[in-house]
Each structure stands twice: as structure tokens, then as C-alpha cells.
């Protein structure tokens, strides 16, 4: 079991930065890939990122390419997300997921076995 509290969230003006963190429980962390992803109000939930269990491979939505880094820290159980030079459209809930054993390139949800609860990101303009 896996639990996942995502934190980090918050009001920034367009062009601004945040910084989400995810926690995460139990001893299996470090051997998963760890996904973010967004839920817009009224759209789906959307891949934003991926990284695979030892930090070397990175994934991203093309939407957020050049402006987002995860990262993570397998001492401290925890995944990050650089958000830079935000947009009003980046405005979502904010998940972090831990991977399954079908893990590919992290942007399918059923690559991910356990969900945090999410962070709110407002962007204004």
C-alpha cells in the first residue's frame, strides 16, 4: 500500500513559478515510477509528467515541455514538480500517482495503481 499527499499548491500570477511536492508512504516508492497529472474544472484529467524509479528518464506532455521539471528524492519518498513560466491554462488540481507494474511512458492512468488526493494550482492573469 501506497499513500500519497500531494503539497505545494497555491494562487501565482501568469509567469510565475510554484513547486509541487508529493509524500508518499511505504516501502515500495523508490522501485516505482512516479506520474503528475491535471484536472482542469470541467476536462479530464491529463498526463503533465513521469519519471522512472532511478530519476534517469524523464517524461512530458507537450503542453507543459520546456516549463515543468519533475524530480525526485528517493531518501525523502518524494516526487517534485517545477512549474515554471505558468499559464492561466495551467490552472487544475494537481495529482501525483504512484506507478504499477505496466508502467510505459507514465501518460496512461492505468500505468498507476495509487492517487493522491491532489493540489489546487490557480494561475491568473
Known amino acids: 500500500q501506497v499513500q500519497l499527499v500531494e503539497a505545494g499548491g497555491g494562487l501565482v500570477q501568469a509567469g510565475g513559478s510554484l513547486r509541487l511536492s508529493c509524500a508518499a508512504s511505504?516501502?515500495?516508492?523508490?522501485?516505482?515510477?512516479m506520474g503528475w497529472f491535471r484536472q482542469a474544472p470541467g476536462k479530464e484529467r491529463e498526463f503533465v509528467a513521469a519519471i522512472r524509479w532511478n530519476g534517469l528518464t524523464t517524461y512530458y506532455a507537450d503542453s507543459v515541455k520546456g516549463r515543468f521539471t519533475i524530480s525526485r528524492d528517493n531518501a525523502k519518498n518524494t516526487v517534485y514538480l517545477q512549474m515554471n513560466s505558468l499559464k492561466p491554462g495551467d490552472t487544475a488540481d494537481y495529482y501525483c500517482a504512484a506507478g504499477s507494474n505496466r508502467f510505459a511512458s507514465g501518460s496512461r492512468e492505468l500505468e498507476y495503481d495509487y492517487w493522491g488526493q491532489g493540489t489546487q494550482v490557480t494561475v491568473s492573469s
Open positions: 511505504g516501502r515500495t516508492f523508490s522501485s516505482r515510477a
